[in-house]
């Protein structure tokens, strides 16, 4: 756009901006997620690992019983660890979702934003600096 065309359009049409709107239902998907994962880590500690050794039985049906066990413990710890993993998953995808919203916001026009920038407003204390707004303070002794 050439300088004569920009002061001839409407302000709104100088916004422009990279992020469409989001539909609340995209965060949805990861709460869902996550809500999964803590029913996975849940079932994973909610099973019962441990099993009570009887010694009437015969060895080979204690073996039996002691390998099921060990092999139930593996598949438990595997849940566990899957339901860490779509927790962590659906934070990430919820926390991008939060700063893509954050950075796509354009409610602060270029005023204001300048006006946040001006140094003028910060203060000097405790340093060497003059300030030029501020009003002139005579040494007294």
Same mark, same amino acid.
């Given at each position: ?13 100088? @916004? ?18 996550? @809500? ?9 500690? =909610? ?24 092999? #139930?413990?593996?598949? !438990?710890? *595997?849940? @566990? ?5 779509? *927790? ?8 991008? !979702?939060? #700063? ?16 946040? #920038?001006? #140094? ?13 707004? =501020? ?7």
């Amino acid at each position: 756009m050439l300088p004569q065309q920009i002061d001839e359009t409407p302000d709104d049409t100088l @916004i422009v901006c990279c992020c469409t709107a989001r539909d609340e239902r995209c965060t949805l998907v990861p709460m869902l997620i996550m @809500i999964v994962g803590l029913v996975f880590m849940v079932v994973g500690f =909610a099973v019962p690992r441990g099993y009570d050794f009887d010694p009437n039985k015969p060895a080979r049906e204690m073996e039996a019983t002691e390998n099921f066990y060990i092999t #139930l413990g593996y598949h !438990l710890d *595997i849940c @566990i660890t899957v339901g860490m993993g779509f *927790i962590a998953l659906g934070g990430m995808i919820v926390s991008t !979702l939060m #700063l893509q919203e954050a950075f796509c916001n354009n409610e602060d026009d270029d005023e204001s934003f300048s006006e946040y #920038l001006n #140094l003028a407003n910060y203060s000097n204390y405790g340093t060497s600096v003059t300030n030029d707004h =501020a009003p002139n303070i005579q040494n007294s002794r």
